[in-house]
């Protein structure tokens, strides 16, 4: 290399004490408002079905969020990525928040009769279609696949995070080699996990409808989420000096890229899913969207097509905005905003389809989980550096340049 | 060989500027960047490949030809969408499975298509606007050794219009940048 | 003459450096003649002319075959009702999706700065572009009538009528068309370098106005690559998408139809991954034979076969989730009828197609997990033959079981492929070929400019322009050895 790049050494790549306050503060803030949540939720008189509704979309939400920055390390391993090094590690961070994530599923469980039609036995019974789907949609069976997608992902989690953190004390090249060995594989399981995973907690709270095409939905929306949460984040870390030198605009410019990528193959993938049932035009197909399109739920509707697709395309269509942090983070945060929207606009018209505002205990809900959630990601990373050190490839990811 | 013939076309034998060749990448890299900053203004590099930085030597200013590719598409989404519109839904209105005559859904891959179409023909029509083709002779194009350009060799060419041109010193200053030849060009 | 190739392995990755792309360390010369040799000599080898001399009788057949449907009629072939759509539209999905490697390679591949693509591009786009006029033939044909194939487009005429936009067939001539023209353009603003390299190195007058015309007075300007290169990209950006577009407007001929089997929301994406398999697989069918017979293995290194064989290892497990989705929602769905199709393909009269479409798609691939396999290009060849037949089948058994066999009992019924469907797709596989082994003699097949910009002489890693990883550094041996002296 003939130019000078930034020693990481340098920089200010440890959570430190600004972390230990913030895990403190957010944890304190999700737990207050999940209390809240659960308060509002007796108060509504509906059994809780409202709150454990409000929980299921935000926890789904988190959950897209951690999921998609599995992908993202996984990809990045498969790929032999080298620009992306300076900013893995904080995608790691994100992915490692799994296993807790697990802890945070067990409302959902005990909420399994509020949220889910066919989990009562007598509904089955009455109904044919779900006496027809109930070797898959039954409790036990839906438990066991949970803990099936648990133990993946915490696996996932550990052959990469793990080895990416054995790599910074050893900065042993054969890590990065092991790494790209298992993301295939890893990769093939992460896709079936997250297609049944979505099946599981989002399509069956109307066990009558079915997509093929769902999983791949709600994985191009978290893959959405991810990457604008990957830009605010970024943003924010080094507003507030981490890393100041290490990530520069070329990095964010990627981001951009990517971010505007996956917004394109998320309207790709929802017009697919919604011009074919809406040509087609069979009763047991259209009805799922015939509930997002009336009552007002075609404001919300409308909303996603706008503010999840045209608004951020036009913003992010040209190089400039892309190489702009402000205008970048502004949009990333946006994009974080209507993708709760997005699965709020999934489970909610199951539960409410005559009323499309959000209740009080939506919002608190989601202020809660991902209080608790960021919380325990800046606890994970509180003693690990911010950066993958000693990567291989992070000279390369250094000297970036978009040419 | 048809050099014989190459050179014997009829033409007014007056100089069109100086051609010097360069070995390297570096070398033109540096050599550009100096008749950029000694004050040339019509010179051009000459490489097989593209040449990562030469922008930036050469002082090029970003072209336009994004805002021609919006232009296009543009004009293709709407096109796409007027021609579908008026065509279903008012010139020749016809109930077909119980589609609305214009649905938004259904028009949306056409319009696609002649989004992109539009676009990359504004693309390539502006590249060929801008770069002059089809310009099949150029002057630089008679000289024997330039027909390594596209090979494996590097040249600079600087214009004898050139405000700054001076016969000798310009000769001087593209051998002092290193070149492993300097020819002179006939118009 | 160029020099001699250099056999070594650049599959192993080693972490800390990028391994180079091109073997041997020639310099551009090297590049120049080596490519241009192909088309240059004199003569073809002896092997160009006998695999010419084959693809051009089946070409014969093709247009014979042509003939006796303009004749006769569709009645040639063996359609019928239900099966009113079977090979016709069987060859066009299929040469269409082989169609779609180029432009991956070349839009997509180029947006994810993958490299390696200078060395394939050229060979996938001429490809691509080829197959794509295949694939044009059987729509034009299918009417049987095709001197009113111009009520496709929306030009006015003497019935004051104006076509259907509302139909899926209509986008597609829209999309295929689109994608042609747009792939056209790419593959040959691409080319212009090279043609005029072509030019400069013409010895004979008519080829120094061939390719002085088709290279439009190129000559290297540093503004002309400065516009060239930003068009370049740009187009990518706009194929990207169109690539995506094209098969997935292919899917919707079936998908908006209520026909079980073809109504389904996963066809899109479904379609597009299978078509870049598909188009993967072809693009390797046949670049290996000319990789090998031509002694490029310097430029189309092992590594370039190693990650072409991991995206097709890639695309082809998509596609085994598309088939394990389907079949999931068809039994998840409740209907029955949806149910019965899925069996119907597995145990039905069609079995034999369907598990030839399992064994070539989805079991012979698996191989591929294997560096080894990956790696020796006499077992990829064979894989990728299997995909490209395993390709076909998977447009037979969607398109005729589902129409074989529909809601109604009383209206099932079988197909048989005629002499003539047979005859007209082995002679669009003649047609295919024939163009290739033509433009193989005419054009450059690998991209000079493109390959050369990828060496160290290119200078990338000169000025402000470095940290895309220098793709030349020493070739990492296994690691197992490599690692030990570790250098950190």
């Not at chain 1, 409790?139 to 648990?150: H, I, K, T």
């Not at chain 2, 014989?4 to 360069?22: M, N, Q």
């Not at chain 3, 391994?19 to 192909?38: N, S």
Request: aromatic share 14%; net charge neutral.
């Amino acid at each position: 290399m003939d130019t000078q790049l930034p020693d990481i050494f340098q920089e200010k790549r440890l959570l430190g004490e600004a972390g230990d306050t913030f895990w403190r503060r957010a944890l304190a803030v999700g737990l207050i408002a999940l209390a809240a949540s659960v308060a509002l939720g007796f108060a509504a008189g509906d059994h809780g079905r409202s709150f454990f509704f409000a929980y299921a979309v935000s926890f789904a939400y988190v959950l897209s969020l951690s999921l998609g920055a599995l992908f993202f390390v996984v990809l990045q391993h498969l790929t032999r990525a080298g620009w992306s090094v300076v900013v893995r590690r904080v995608a790691e961070g994100v992915a490692a928040t799994l296993p807790v994530l697990a802890l945070l599923f067990v409302p959902i469980l005990i909420g399994l009769h509020q949220l889910y039609h066919w989990s009562h036995a007598e509904a089955v019974a009455a109904d044919h279609l779900l006496h027809g789907k109930s070797p898959y949609l039954n409790v036990p069976f839906f438990v066991v696949r949970w803990v099936l997608y648990a133990v993946t992902w915490g696996l996932t989690v550990r052959a990469f995070v793990g080895r990416s953190l054995a790599q910074d004390a050893s900065g042993a090249p054969e890590l990065s080699l092991e790494m790209q060995k298992r993301a295939a594989p890893a990769m093939l399981l992460f896709g079936l996990t997250l297609t049944f995973a979505s099946i599981d907690l989002l399509m069956s709270l109307d066990a009558h409808w079915f997509s093929t095409i769902f999983g791949v939905y709600f994985f191009a929306g978290s893959v959405v989420g991810f990457f604008a949460l990957l830009a605010v984040l970024m943003l924010m870390l080094q507003r507030a000096g981490y890393l100041r030198h290490a990530v520069t605009v070329e990095h964010y410019h990627d981001i951009g890229k990517l971010l505007f990528a996956f917004i394109v193959f998320w309207a790709y993938i929802g017009f697919s899913q919604y011009m074919l049932y809406w040509y087609a035009n069979i009763p047991e197909e259209t009805g799922w969207f015939l509930r997002r399109q009336t009552n007002g739920w075609g404001w919300v509707s409308l909303l996603l097509l706008f503010g999840h697709f045209v608004l951020p395309f036009v913003a992010l269509l040209s190089r400039a905005p892309k190489r702009n942090r402000k205008v970048l983070g502004a949009v990333a945060a946006w994009m974080l905003v209507v993708h709760w929207v997005d699965l709020y606009w999934i489970a909610l018209p199951e539960l409410r389809p005559q009323d499309p505002l959000p209740h009080l205990v939506d919002l608190t809900t989601a202020v809660g989980l991902v209080g608790v959630w960021l919380a325990s990601a800046a606890f994970i990373m509180r003693k690990r550096s911010l950066v993958a050190e000693r990567d291989p490839r992070l000279a390369e990811s250094l000297g970036f340049e978009n040419a | 060989m048809s050099d014989a013939k190459l050179t014997a076309v009829e033409a007014p034998p007056a100089r069109w500027g100086l051609l010097a060749e360069f070995e390297s990448v570096e070398k033109l890299l540096a050599a550009a960047e100096a008749v950029r900053k000694a004050g040339y203004t019509k010179f051009d590099a000459h490489s097989p490949i593209p040449v990562h930085g030469l922008d930036e030597a050469m002082g090029i200013r970003p072209t336009r030809l994004p805002l021609v590719v919006l232009l296009g598409g543009a004009a293709g989404c709407a096109g796409g969408l007027l021609l579908q519109w008026w065509t279903n839904a008012v010139d020749y209105p016809f109930m077909i499975s119980g589609k609305p005559l214009f649905g938004l859904p259904a028009a949306i891959p056409v319009v696609f298509e002649s989004t992109v179409l539009l676009a990359a023909l504004g693309a390539v029509g502006g590249l060929f606007v801008a770069n002059g083709w089809p310009q099949l002779f150029h002057p630089v194009l008679r000289s024997e050794r330039f027909r390594a350009a596209t090979d494996d060799t590097f040249f600079i060419s600087i214009e004898a219009a050139d405000p700054r041109f001076e016969d000798g010193a310009t000769r001087a200053l593209l051998e002092s940048l290193g070149s492993r030849a300097v020819e002179e060009v006939e118009r | 003459m160029a020099t001699a190739p250099v056999l070594l392995d650049n599959s192993h990755e080693d972490p800390r450096r990028r391994a180079p792309l091109v073997l041997g360390e020639p310099d551009f010369g090297a590049i120049t003649e080596q490519v241009c040799a192909i088309v240059e000599k004199p003569k073809p080898p002896r092997a160009w002319y006998v695999a010419f001399g084959i693809s051009l009788t089946l070409t014969g057949v093709l247009f014979a075959m042509i003939g006796l449907l303009f004749l006769q009629g569709t009645g040639v072939w063996g359609l019928n009702m239900p099966v009113a759509w079977a090979f016709d539209i069987t060859n066009f999905v299929f040469w269409v999706g082989i169609g779609h490697a180029g432009t991956l390679i070349s839009a997509i591949l180029f947006l994810f700065r993958q490299r390696w693509r200078t060395a394939i591009n050229r060979f996938a786009e001429t490809m691509t572009i080829f197959a794509v006029m295949c694939a044009g033939i059987f729509p034009t044909i299918h009417t049987g009538r095709p001197w009113l194939d111009f009520y496709l487009l929306p030009i006015p005429n003497q019935m004051g009528m104006w076509p259907n936009f509302r139909s899926p067939l209509l986008w597609d001539v829209f999309a295929v068309s689109t994608y042609f023209t747009v792939s056209l353009l790419f593959w040959f603003v691409g080319m212009v370098p090279d043609l005029a390299t072509l030019r400069d190195r013409a010895e004979s007058r008519w080829k120094q106005i061939l390719y002085g015309i088709l290279a439009l007075g190129w000559r290297g300007s540093g503004r002309h690559w400065h516009r060239y290169e930003r068009v370049y990209l740009l187009l990518a950006a706009l194929a990207t998408p169109l690539v995506l577009s094209v098969h997935s407007v292919v899917s919707f001929d079936f998908a908006v139809a209520q026909l079980p089997g073809w109504h389904t929301t996963i066809f899109p994406p479904y379609f597009v991954a299978g078509a870049i398999f598909g188009g993967f697989a072809m693009v390797l069918t046949l670049l290996i034979p000319m990789r090998a017979y031509f002694k490029l293995e310097n430029i189309v290194t092992t590594r370039h076969l190693d990650n072409m064989a991991k995206i097709i290892l890639a695309t082809g497990t998509m596609v085994g989730y598309a088939y394990a989705m389907e079949f999931f929602m068809a039994w998840y769905s409740g209907n029955p009828t949806e149910t019965f199709v899925f069996v119907n393909r597995a145990l039905g009269p069609y079995a034999w197609a369907y598990w030839t479409m399992v064994f070539c798609n989805v079991v012979v691939p698996q191989v591929l997990w294997l560096r080894k396999a990956r790696t020796t290009p006499l077992a990829l060849f064979v894989v990728a033959m299997i995909v490209n037949v395993g390709m076909w089948f998977e447009r037979f058994v969607i398109i005729v079981t589902s129409l074989s066999r529909d809601f109604l009992p009383s209206s099932w019924g079988m197909f048989t492929p005629t002499w003539v469907d047979l005859l007209t797709l082995f002679g669009s596989i003649g047609l295919f070929l024939t163009l290739f082994l033509l433009f193989m003699r005419l054009f450059p097949l690998f991209a000079m400019a493109e390959v050369k910009s990828v060496m160290p002489q290119g200078g990338l890693d000169i000025g402000p322009h470095h940290g895309h990883g220098q793709y030349w550094g020493e070739i990492p041996r296994q690691h197992e050895t490599q690692f030990a002296e570790d250098d950190r």
